[in-house]
Structures are given as structure tokens and as C-alpha cells.
């Protein structure tokens, strides 16, 4: 598969989803805002428009402090959380078992 996210083929570009992806690749490691950013490839600044919906679906929990930086994690306790990677493990099945989707 292409380094283009698999959710975003199914359901378009959007940055909580990118977001979302990179907490999903790596769910134990801790992450401040700005380096959630830069992994997600979105201005910082897009990534505090996009928070108070990862909030509102508990998909992320705070982790621990680092200086007076806040890191962050993906809540895996999450049911939203628990479905998207459900979600994802179904579609990398079927496309892996099939065509690749076109984007």
C-alpha cells in the first residue's frame, strides 16, 4: 500500500483523520500537539481547529506532562477508538484481497 492513508481512500482527506491515523500507528507512544502535527503532515495550528472533536470522541486521553508541554495518546478504552480499528483491519482485508481502491 501507497503511504496515503487506507480511511482516507474510503473518506476523503481530512486532518482529524490524519490525526486520528497516526495515534492509531503507534497507540503506546505520547505525543505533544505540535509533534502530532508534523507526523500528521498539518500545520499546528490545524491540529488545535481539529482537537475538540478528537476530545468529544475520547480518542485521545493525557499522558503525562513534559516540561509544561501536555502529551497526549490514543484513548485505546475508546469505543470510537475500538470501531476505527475494526474499520481499518476489515478494509485492509478486503483490499488486500482485492483491487486497490482508486482515490
Known sequence: MTDEVLLEKIFGKSATLKILDVLMNH???D?????LAESAGVAESTVHRSWDRIQEMKAVKESR???KTQLY?????SDIVEQLFKLDQKLRS???SSEP???
Do not use: H, T
Open 94 to 96: 478486503e483490499v488486500d
Open 27 to 29: 497507540p503506546s507512544m
Open 101 to 103: 481502491l482508486k482515490a
Open 65 to 67: 506532562k513534559y516540561g
Open 73 to 77: 495518546k490514543l484513548n485505546q478504552d
Open 31 to 35: 505525543y505533544s500537539k505540535k509533534e
